[in-house]
């Protein structure tokens, strides 16, 4: 006779691990006998396998899914099975009898026939067991529960059985629980093994050793070694300061906050569930640092300029911020930057515009703030060979100094185109060679009215026998001269200022008149001439102007001149 309540299927596969397909009628799938509640996932079935030609298995399976069994053990052969077979679970519905492993819960499932072992539990805490809904006849629940001497579990829509022998509290005795429905009513039952003792009353754990303090910033580690735990594991320790501050911790060390340059020491306390320690013998003092910040602004020096760089001098801030300074950033206010650790620092800047520097200091927290800035520098090209001067041939001029720089004024007036030399300087340029002749103007008064010429003849003469010339003429302006005529018109005015700088400077075939403003900076090319000689020229100086003048002509300047 067949039941169509049990499940019959094709199967594939091996033997170790079946893969259900289709249902044999008139039985059902292992899924439809899951979806009814008949079987769960996990239980353990009594299967039969079947292939086409009579050779069968016998075996417990473990269902792994609704398409899935495990084989557990075989208990008895007949031939090879050929696969594909057929499965049939012997042992179903009512008189199925299933033995299975579930995880400890409070809400007790009892809702499978056969027995179901939760995991042991220790108890930590207030349960509540109750009955899961869909108890059915024939369901069997065990649980191993050990007492922690406070909390009683408490059971609701369980009946007590008469057998029971009732909870045993003392902590560390075993209780075993019994969870089973008789198809009216849910029950539980409670045992413990025979001649069962509670574990030994732990103690507060003992005196703590001195522990060891270290500082550190805002904060002291305290290293310690554990006491007896007096039976009962320990669950913290303690640390507090004679400041007043405390920390806790599992393990050593322990880090605890403090104030900063405050002498401090500690005591360790340690706990179990009992109970806490005395506290220790006090530490060693140690007296936590202040958290590092920036350094302070580093104190400026001079600032000197080369060609195309500015060196930056600068002593150490005051304070490095409790941290070593690893480096300094000097920075020029038209933005050129540099780093480096010690002064100076030289930053490297176009020739050109006047400029200030300041510089800052930068430790492990970051960089502080900068300087103060430094006096103004103009980076330019320097002069090579640079010589100073010395006219001669003084012709109603006076000469002030007995070395160099010599400065120059007239003594007699001397008007403009006068056959008179006056004051006279020359150089010669060798041939090919570049070079210049430079003086400083003391005053921006139009008293003093010197010429700068350039010419091919070594022979003294008025400043309109010039072949190229710089004429500071009278109401303190320039004007340029060539062959002792005015240069092409549209050149700018430019004023003369007291400490401007002015001279001639060869450049191959080219000649160029420059001004430096007394405030420094780039010099200005004030006129060029082109298709200059490349041969032998003679650089002459003039001076007009009136007797016993306050302007002067100093540092007179030449560079490789013959």
Known sequence: MKFPDRVKQVVTGSTAALTLGAAVLPYRTLADAITAGDVAIGDRLSVTIEDAAGNAEWSYYTVTSSTQLTRESVYRTSGT???????????????????????????????????????????????????????????????????????????????????SLGYDNRAGIVNQLQFFCDGVDSWYSISQAVGATAAAAPTAPATMSAPVATAGVLSASIAFSAPSNGGAAITGYTVTASTGQTATGTTSPIVITMPANVAATFTITATNSVGTSVPSPASNSVTPTAAATVPGAPTIGTAVAGDGYVDVAFTAPASNGGATITGYTATLSTGETATGTTSPIRVTAANGPARTANVKATNSVGTGPASAESNSVTPQAADPAAEDGRMTSLDRVAEVGTSAPYSYYPTATTAYGSDSADGLFTKALKAGEDGY?????????????????????????????????????????????????????????????????????????????????????????????????????YFNMHMVGNANSTTRITNIKYGNLA
């Open 81 to 163: 099975v050929t696969f594909p077979a057929t499965a049939f679970c012997t042992a179903f519905g009512k008189d199925l009898v299933v033995t299975r492993d579930i995880a400890f819960t409070t809400t007790v499932p009892l809702t499978h026939p056969g027995s179901a072992y939760m995991a042991a539990h220790t108890v930590t805490g207030p349960l509540a067991f109750t009955v899961a809904t869909g108890a059915v006849r024939g369901a069997l629940a065990y649980l191993r529960l050990t007492a922690d001497g406070t909390n009683t579990p408490t059971f609701s829509g369980f009946n007590e059985w008469g057998g």
């Open 437 to 537: 002749l430079q003086v400083t103007i003391t005053t921006a008064t139009n008293d003093l009215q010197p010429m700068l010429g350039l010419k091919s003849t070594n022979v003294t003469g008025a400043l309109s026998t010039q072949t190229y010339g710089l004429f500071l003429k009278s109401g303190t302006t320039y004007e340029a001269y060539t062959n002792g005529a005015h240069s092409p018109q549209g050149l700018p005015a430019i004023a003369r200022q007291a400490n401007d700088k002015v001279r001639l400077r060869r450049e191959g075939t080219n000649l160029h008149a420059e001004i430096q403003r007394a405030a420094g900076g780039a010099w200005l090319v004030y006129h060029t001439w082109t298709g200059v000689p490349t041969g032998v020229l």
